[in-house]
C-alpha cells in the first residue's frame, strides 16, 4: 500500500512539475513578443477537450460566454472564433492575440497584412500535415502533404480546373438545380402546373388567393444542397452522371412532410449494383459522405465489425467505393491508351480522375525514359501511384462538395431572409439572359427560361449580383474557420501595423477567417437605414459593387485571387479567405463560382424562396429571426454545417413562383 501511494505521489509530483515548467516556458515566450496573450488552465486543442470540453461545460451548466468576453472561458470554447467573429480582438484592441497554456502557444490572428505574411512565407510558417492526417483515409495526397511531395500532387490536381470542365459544371449544374426544384414540386403538382404563387405572399396589390392549397414546407434545404453539390462533382470528378431522387406522383405526402432527398443514406435509387459490387457506385457516394465522420475516424476493422449497423454500412460503403475507384482508375488507363503520352495529353483538361491518371501516365513514361531532370529532388521523381490517384480524387470530392454545397445552402437561406436581393438577382437575370414577351419563353406564365450559355452569360452574371452574393455569404459563413500554421524550430519575425514582434519556435498560428472578414480596417459597408443592420455581420452583398479602403492602413495591395474579379470591390490581400491564400489556396475556386452562379440563375430565374412565417407565428419578423440563429448555431465539422439539435431546428422555407413571395 505504501509502494502504490509513493507511486501516486510521485507521478503528481512529476506531473505538476511538468505542468509548472512548460507553463512558465510558454509564458515567457508569449510575453516576448510584446503581444496581449491569455493564459489557460490547459491546452485549447487537445483531444480531450475537443471531444468532451462542449460537454463538460453543459453538464456544468457554466453558459457561453457573450461575444465580447475576454476571459480563458470564451478561449476555450470550441469554435469561439465563430461564435465571437471579431468581437475578442475588438475587445482587446490587437487583431493578433495569443493563447498561452503548458500543452502550448497559439497565436490568433485577424491581421490582413499579417495573414498574407505568413500565407507567403510557407518555409518559416508551415502547414501542420499531421493535423490533417485523418484525411489520409485513402493515402497521402494533395491536402496531407508539404514540400516537393505537396508540389507533386498539386500538379496533378490543378490540371482538370480549367475552362473546358468549368463549361461541363456550369451545364451540369444548371440541370442539377432544375432536378433539385422538381424534386420540391413534385409535392405540390398545382404550383408546378400554374400559375399560382404562394398563400404567403405580402404584396398589397396582390388579391388573396380564394382557394389556398397547403403551402409546401422544405426542411431539407441543407441535405438538398449537399446532394446538389455531391452530383455536380461526381460528374466533373469521373464523369459519373448521378440521378435525382424525384417522390413518385401518387406518393401520399403530407403538405409539410420533408422533400424525398431528406436523407441521402434512406434515399438511394433503386438500381441494381453491378457484378462484383453489393451496392450501386451512388449508394456508396452518398453513404461515404453521410458517415465520413465515421469513415474518417475510425479504423477500418471497427468500421467492418462494429455493433451498430450505421457504422457497419460506413465500413462496407467505404471498401465499395475504393473499388469502384480502382475499376474507374484502370478504365482510364486503358481509355487514354495505357502507359503512352499521346493518350494522356489528349486526356488533360477533362475530369479530376483523368487529369490523375494522365500524370501517372506521363511519370511512368518519365521514369521509362531515364529520368526527369537534374533539377528535380527525389520526391518529386516519384510516379504518382494508383494509390495516390484515388486519394486524391477523394480529396477532391470531399472538399468540392462540402464547400459548394455549404455556400449554396447559406446563401438560398439569406436570400430567403432578404427577398429584396432576389428581386435584384432575377431582374439582372433577365437583363442579360433576355426576356421574350410577357414571359421568358413568350407566353406569359414564365414557365420556360431562355438558353444559358457558359461563354456567353457567366463572366456577366459573375460580375453582377449572383457575384456579390456568392464573395458575400462566403465572408460571412467561411467553409473552413482556421487555417493552422506553425513555426518550427527557428524564431519567425512578424510585422504587424509598423512593429515587429518575433513569433517563438513551435508556435501554432491560426489565422481566423471569420474575424478578419469582419475587421472594419478592411470593408465597406452596406447600405440600409439600419445601422445595425449595415454593420459588417449583416448580408449586404452591394458592398462588392463600391469602392473600397484597399492600399490604406499599409496594407500590402489588394486580393488577386479572387475568381470572380470584375466586381468593384477587392478585399486587401489576406481579408478575404474562404479558400485560403498563397501557393495553398484551393484550386477549385473558379470552379465553385461557376456552380454556384449556374445554381443561381438556374433556381431564380423561375422561381423564388420565401421563409416559412408559419415558424413565428405568422410574423414575418419572428421566422426571420429564428432563421438568422439557426444558421448562426452552425458548428464545424469538416467544414461549417448548421445543427440540428441542442435546442436547433431546422428552419422551412418555401418555393414560390416568382413574383409571389416579399419584395
Known amino acids: 500500500m505504501n509502494l502504490l501511494l509513493q507511486s501516486l505521489l510521485t ?22 513578443t510584446g503581444l496581449p496573450y491569455r493564459i489557460l488552465p ?12 462542449s460537454t463538460l461545460l453543459r453538464l456544468l451548466r457554466i453558459p ?59 518555409a518559416g510558417f508551415v502547414k501542420p ?17 508539404n514540400g516537393a511531395r505537396w508540389r507533386r500532387h498539386r500538379r496533378a490536381t490543378a490540371g482538370s480546373f480549367n475552362e473546358r470542365n468549368n463549361k461541363i459544371v456550369w451545364t451540369e449544374s444548371l440541370e442539377k438545380i432544375t432536378a433539385m426544384v422538381e424534386g420540391w414540386l413534385q409535392q405540390q403538382p398545382s404550383l408546378k402546373n400554374s400559375n399560382e404563387s404562394s398563400t404567403t405572399t405580402t404584396s398589397d396589390l396582390d388579391p388573396p388567393n380564394p382557394n389556398p392549397k397547403p403551402p409546401v414546407v422544405i426542411k431539407t434545404l441543407n441535405a ?4 446538389f453539390a455531391l452530383h455536380i462533382i461526381s460528374y466533373a470528378g469521373f464523369r459519373q452522371k448521378l440521378v435525382w431522387p424525384i417522390a413518385k406522383p401518387n406518393a401520399s405526402r403530407s403538405p409539410s412532410t420533408s422533400s424525398p432527398s431528406s436523407n441521402p443514406a434512406k434515399d438511394e435509387v433503386e438500381d441494381k449494383p453491378p457484378p462484383g459490387h453489393t451496392m450501386t457506385f451512388q449508394s456508396s457516394l452518398h453513404l461515404i459522405v453521410t458517415y465520413i465522420l465515421f469513415i474518417l475516424a475510425l479504423p477500418r476493422v471497427m468500421l467492418r465489425y462494429a455493433p451498430f449497423r450505421g ?3 460506413a465500413g462496407r460503403a467505404y471498401e465499395e467505393f475504393r473499388g469502384y475507384m480502382g475499376e474507374m482508375f484502370e478504365e482510364k488507363v486503358v481509355e487514354l491508351g495505357g502507359g503512352g503520352g499521346g493518350g494522356g495529353r489528349r486526356g488533360r483538361g477533362e475530369d479530376i480522375m483523368t487529369s490523375l491518371v494522365v500524370e501517372h501516365q506521363s511519370g511512368m513514361e518519365k ?9 528535380s529532388s527525389k520526391e518529386e521523381e516519384e510516379v504518382l501511384t494508383e494509390k495516390d490517384v484515388i486519394a486524391n480524387t477523394f480529396t477532391m470530392l470531399l472538399a468540392g462538395h462540402e464547400t459548394t454545397s455549404g455556400a449554396l445552402f447559406y446563401a438560398l437561406m439569406m ?47 459573375s460580375a453582377g449580383w449572383a457575384g456579390a452574393i456568392f464573395n458575400e455569404t462566403l465572408r460571412l459563413f467561411p467553409p473552413v474557420q482556421l487555417i493552422p500554421k506553425y513555426t518550427t524550430t527557428t524564431p519567425q519575425p512578424l510585422v504587424y501595423r509598423g512593429t515587429t514582434h518575433v513569433i517563438p519556435p513551435h508556435t501554432n498560428v491560426l489565422l481566423c477567417a471569420a474575424a478578419v472578414a469582419q475587421n472594419p480596417r478592411y470593408w465597406v459597408r452596406g447600405e440600409s437605414e439600419n445601422e445595425e443592420e449595415a454593420d459588417l455581420g449583416g448580408f449586404r452583398p452591394e458592398r462588392w459593387f463600391k469602392e473600397g479602403p484597399e492600399g490604406e492602413g499599409g496594407v500590402g495591395g489588394v486580393d488577386d485571387t479572387l475568381d470572380i474579379t470584375n466586381l468593384r470591390f477587392r478585399p486587401p490581400r489576406g481579408a478575404y479567405i474562404p479558400f485560403s491564400s498563397g501557393q495553398r489556396a484551393c484550386p477549385g475556386r473558379r470552379f465553385a463560382a461557376v456552380e454556384f452562379v449556374a445554381a443561381m440563375v438556374g433556381l431564380f430565374g423561375r422561381w423564388s424562396l420565401e421563409l416559412d412565417v408559419d415558424e413565428g407565428g405568422g410574423d414575418w419578423e419572428k421566422a426571420r429571426e429564428k432563421a438568422w440563429r439557426y444558421v448562426q448555431m452552425s458548428e464545424t465539422t469538416i467544414t461549417l454545417k448548421p445543427v440540428v439539435g441542442r435546442g436547433g431546428e431546422e428552419v422551412g422555407v418555401r418555393v414560390v413562383r416568382r413574383g409571389g413571395g416579399r419584395d
Open 311 to 313: 457504422v457497419r454500412r
Open 42 to 53: 490547459f491546452y485549447e486543442h487537445s483531444s480531450l477537450w475537443l471531444f468532451f470540453g
Open 64 to 122: 457561453p460566454p457573450l461575444p465580447g468576453s475576454t476571459s480563458a472561458l470564451r478561449f476555450l470554447e470550441p469554435e469561439w472564433t465563430w461564435r465571437s467573429k471579431y468581437e475578442v480582438f475588438r475587445a482587446l484592441g490587437s487583431d493578433l492575440v495569443m493563447t498561452v497554456s503548458a500543452g502550448a502557444n497559439v497565436l490568433w490572428v485577424a491581421d490582413a497584412e499579417v495573414v498574407a505574411e505568413v500565407v507567403g512565407r510557407g
Open 129 to 145: 500535415v499531421h493535423v490533417y492526417g485523418i484525411l489520409d483515409v485513402f493515402g497521402e495526397n494533395v491536402v496531407t502533404t
Open 224 to 227: 438538398d444542397c449537399t446532394r
Open 415 to 461: 436570400l430567403a431572409m432578404h427577398p429584396h436581393y432576389q428581386v435584384k438577382l432575377q431582374a439582372e437575370i433577365d437583363a442579360v439572359v433576355g426576356v421574350v414577351g410577357e414571359g421568358r419563353d413568350g407566353d406569359g406564365d414564365g414557365d420556360v427560361p431562355l438558353p444559358l450559355s457558359y461563354e456567353k452569360h457567366y463572366q456577366t452574371l
Open 11 to 32: 507521478l503528481l509530483t512529476a506531473s505538476t512539475l511538468y505542468y509548472t515548467t512548460h507553463l512558465l516556458t510558454h509564458i515567457l515566450r508569449a510575453r516576448s
Open 367 to 375: 521514369k521509362e525514359k531515364g529520368g526527369f531532370g537534374s533539377t
